[in-house]
């Protein structure tokens, strides 16, 4: 198992007791344990695990941090993830979105008897990933959450005031592109003493199996990009994903919404990404399922899961269906 610094510091006790359920449950095999000090030490910790299974005991930047060295090496086919989430609510919103439970001895008993779920996860063209979603403009500098009401994990989100973007309500699909979509940045946030926040519009072309969604005679107010079907099997909700209706309206050419926005795609939704663009003002936004979504323009930065990346101005980000695979409840 390996130990994330930011987990031993701050909150001790869950990571003692997840070690303590672990070591135990391990029996003659034993469990091994890594306590890496910075990123360079855990990227060798997980080098060398040989043919150990990863536990990584840690928060959400500890579980991208893993599943980003694993696929840089490409064995990320090759294992099965394994996390027993710590640290505060805020930051491990990914972790259970994805169906880790949050509690120290569950997560940790879930290690020891889960089962296996395929995963999809987004690749960009500089090799990143994105396991839960993405959302332009990412707002924020880099490694801080954007502050506004959108995808909170808690209402009450971080003490220094700013609110992370995953929540429960992120367990599906459908809602997560709904709370993605009026974050700061994304437009319609409500600015101190209730009034409503004027937010900037950007001129960006935005393109969903080759589809034009918007171009750059249409500012937009934001875009977000969710993981489908496959990636959240099995979580509460997911089926209505599947039977969303009407038609997206705003530029010609533009895929119905809840339809597939190109040739051969399946009906189920696994290995398609939930699409939005949001408009200035009151306008209807576009949304649809595609493979690939390629968003280009001026500098933009944007944000996948926990991290703000960029200014870039061109990047694609393409579906990887099943790509991964993690340790959840038998029957979650």
């Given at each position: 198992?390996?130990?994330?610094?930011?987990?031993?510091?701050t909150d001790?006790?869950?990571?003692?007791?997840?070690?303590?359920?672990l070591?135990?449950?391990a029996?003659?095999?034993g469990?091994?344990?890594?306590l890496?000090e910075?990123?360079?030490?855990?990227?060798?910790?997980?080098?060398?695990?040989?043919?150990?299974?990863?536990?990584?005991?840690?928060?959400?930047?500890a579980?991208?941090?893993?599943?980003g060295?694993?696929h840089?090496?490409?064995?990320?086919?090759q294992v099965t993830?394994?996390v027993i989430p710590v640290g505060?609510?805020?930051?491990?919103?990914?972790s259970?979105?994805?169906?880790?439970?949050?509690?120290a001895?569950?997560?940790?008993?879930?290690?020891?008897?889960?089962?296996?779920?395929?995963m999809?996860?987004?690749?960009d063209?500089?090799?990143?990933?994105?396991?839960?979603?993405?959302?332009?403009?990412?707002g924020?500098?880099?490694g801080?959450?954007a502050?506004?009401?959108?995808h909170?994990?808690?209402?009450?989100?971080?003490?220094?005031g700013?609110?992370p973007?995953?929540?429960?309500?992120?367990?599906?699909a459908?809602?997560?592109?709904?709370?993605?979509?009026p974050?700061a940045?994304l437009?319609?946030?409500?600015?101190?003493g209730?009034?409503?926040?004027?937010?900037?519009a950007?001129?960006?072309?935005?393109?969903?199996?080759?589809?034009?969604?918007?171009?750059l005679?249409?500012?937009?107010r934001?875009?977000?990009?969710?993981?489908g079907?496959?990636?959240m099997?099995?979580?509460?909700?997911?089926?209505g994903?599947a039977?969303?209706?009407?038609?997206?309206?705003?530029?010609?050419?533009?895929?119905?919404?809840?339809r597939?926005?190109?040739?051969?795609?399946?009906?189920?939704?696994?290995?398609?990404?939930e699409v939005?663009v949001?408009?200035p003002?009151?306008?209807?936004?576009?949304r649809?399922?595609?493979?690939?979504?390629?968003?280009?323009?001026?500098?933009?930065?944007?944000r996948?899961?926990?991290?703000v990346?960029?200014p870039?101005r061109t990047?694609?980000?393409?579906v990887?269906?099943?790509?991964?695979?993690?340790?959840?409840?038998?029957?979650?």
């Amino acid at each position: 198992m390996v130990i994330d610094p930011v987990a031993r510091r701050t909150d001790g006790e869950s990571v003692r007791i997840a070690r303590d359920v672990l070591s135990a449950g391990a029996g003659a095999a034993g469990a091994k344990i890594c306590l890496p000090e910075g990123p360079e030490e855990f990227a060798r910790v997980l080098a060398r695990r040989g043919q150990r299974r990863p536990v990584v005991i840690g928060d959400d930047r500890a579980l991208l941090r893993t599943v980003g060295l694993l696929h840089k090496e490409r064995e990320l086919g090759q294992v099965t993830v394994s996390v027993i989430p710590v640290g505060a609510p805020a930051s491990v919103g990914l972790s259970r979105a994805l169906g880790v439970p949050t509690d120290a001895v569950a997560a940790a008993r879930t290690v020891l008897d889960g089962g296996e779920r395929a995963m999809d996860l987004l690749t960009d063209d500089s090799d990143g990933i994105v396991l839960g979603g993405l959302r332009i403009p990412g707002g924020g500098g880099q490694g801080e959450y954007a502050a506004g009401p959108a995808h909170p994990v808690e209402r009450a989100g971080r003490a220094d005031g700013h609110r992370p973007w995953w929540g429960p309500a992120a367990r599906t699909a459908r809602t997560a592109l709904a709370m993605l979509a009026p974050a700061a940045g994304l437009g319609g946030g409500i600015g101190f003493g209730g009034r409503r926040a004027r937010v900037p519009a950007h001129r960006l072309r935005i393109e969903a199996d080759g589809v034009v969604l918007a171009d750059l005679d249409r500012p937009v107010r934001g875009v977000s990009v969710v993981t489908g079907l496959r990636g959240m099997a099995g979580m509460s909700g997911m089926a209505g994903m599947a039977g969303m209706t009407g038609v997206a309206e705003g530029r010609r050419g533009a895929v119905p919404a809840g339809r597939d926005g190109g040739e051969g795609h399946d009906g189920g939704g696994g290995g398609l990404a939930e699409v939005e663009v949001r408009w200035p003002g009151e306008a209807r936004p576009v949304r649809t399922r595609a493979r690939a979504v390629t968003v280009s323009g001026a500098d933009f930065h944007y944000r996948a899961d926990a991290v703000v990346g960029g200014p870039v101005r061109t990047r694609t980000w393409t579906v990887q269906a099943g790509a991964w695979r993690l340790t959840v409840p038998k029957g979650g």
